[in-house]
Nanobody, 124 residues
């Protein structure tokens, strides 16, 4: 049974930082591209960042470029999302997802597995 478990969310003031983690189990982690998505109330789930199996390809949404950094540790079956200079518009539930392809897709519909999400709230 595949499980993705996010952690690290919370309440932070604008300009602050958080680091999200996503621990995977039940799959050959190094064989999956991974992604972070977010969903704010009343909005569609949107792509935030993605990383290929070996971290050779990393993609970011324009809205987070220069502020967020995705990484992975295949020995720990974990991906991370370092979020700096957070803004109120970053407030959302953040999800990690796994896809069996080589490159990380930006479309949520393509991903095979999803975590339950972790809430990030940025106050102004």
């Amino acid at each position: 049974q595949v499980q993705l478990e996010e952690s690290g969310g919370g309440l932070v003031q604008a300009g602050g930082s958080l680091r999200l983690s996503c621990a995977a189990s039940g799959l050959t982690f190094s064989g999956y591209a991974m992604g972070w998505f977010r969903q704010a109330p009343g909005k569609e789930r949107e792509f935030v960042a993605g990383i290929s199996r070996s971290a050779g390809t990393i993609l970011y949404a324009d809205s987070v470029k220069g502020r967020f950094a995705i990484s992975r540790d295949n020995a720990k079956n974990t991906i991370y999302l370092r979020m700096n200079n957070l803004k109120p518009e970053d407030t959302a539930v953040y999800y990690c997802a796994a896809d069996g392809g080589v490159r990380p897709p930006s479309s949520a519909a393509v991903y095979d597995y999803w975590g339950q999400g972790t809430q990030v709230t940025v106050s102004s």
